[in-house]
């Protein structure tokens, strides 16, 4: 996979990625790309918006679900950026049964899809802050605003009070607790650049 800068993009990128998130929320979200998930989770208000990840499916039902995520992903990249033909999934030997298939959780396509458009849209917004360019930046993160609010975001990262927006788009904007009336973009870069 590569990025608009023609930079490659690794899946193990993309869970860095989503680390970053998890780890600047300090443990009030987690990633919910496997062993996250639970079907005895309780069901809240937003669990209800999501579907349970519980199914294993192997490689090919990941490039099926990418290809099928993709398809229908209903937010636009920035100018530049487009999802990769291909889930950047592998299979991956075991030592304990180096011939066994690798399996992944079912929705692990549509997540790996999602992720790459939060890191494709923090990306453009802090190279457009970088450049000069704060109309454009602040269009993107009123993208990552609306795309924090769709059942895509629920389903790749658990976050029932929006607390990533305070911690990310709200600094960048100007304001929040760690950038008072002034622009950081520091927490964006880091999920642009993981």
């Known amino acids: 996979m590569k990025d608009a800068h023609n930079n490659p993009i690794s899946r193990r990128s993309m869970m860095q990625a989503a680390a970053v998130l998890a780890g600047a929320l300090t443990g009030a979200m987690a990633v919910d790309e496997g062993a996250f998930a639970s079907s005895n989770a309780p069901e809240t208000a937003t669990s209800r918006d999501r579907p349970r990840l519980t199914t294993l499916i192997n490689l090919e039902g990941v490039r099926r679900e990418y290809r099928e995520a993709v398809s229908t992903f209903p937010l636009a990249l920035p100018e530049g950026w487009s999802f990769p033909p ?17 399996l992944w959780e079912s929705g692990s396509g549509h997540v790996e899809v999602y992720m790459y458009w939060l890191r494709a849209v923090a990306s453009a917004a802090c190279d457009a802050h970088a450049g000069g360019n704060d109309q454009i930046a602040s269009r993107l993160l009123d993208d990552l ?3 924090y609010s769709t059942s895509e975001r629920r389903m790749a990262i658990m976050d029932p009070a929006n607390q990533l927006l305070g911690l990310v788009v709200d600094p ?11 622009v950081d973009f520091t ?3 880091s999920i642009a650049r993981s």
């Open 145 to 147: 605003e609306t795309g």
């Open 86 to 102: 291909e889930s950047s999934a592998r299979e991956a030997a075991s030592p304990l049964a180096p011939t066994a298939s690798s």
């Open 172 to 182: 960048a904007r100007g304001g929040g607790s760690t950038a008072r009336h002034s």
């Open 187 to 189: 927490s964006l870069m």
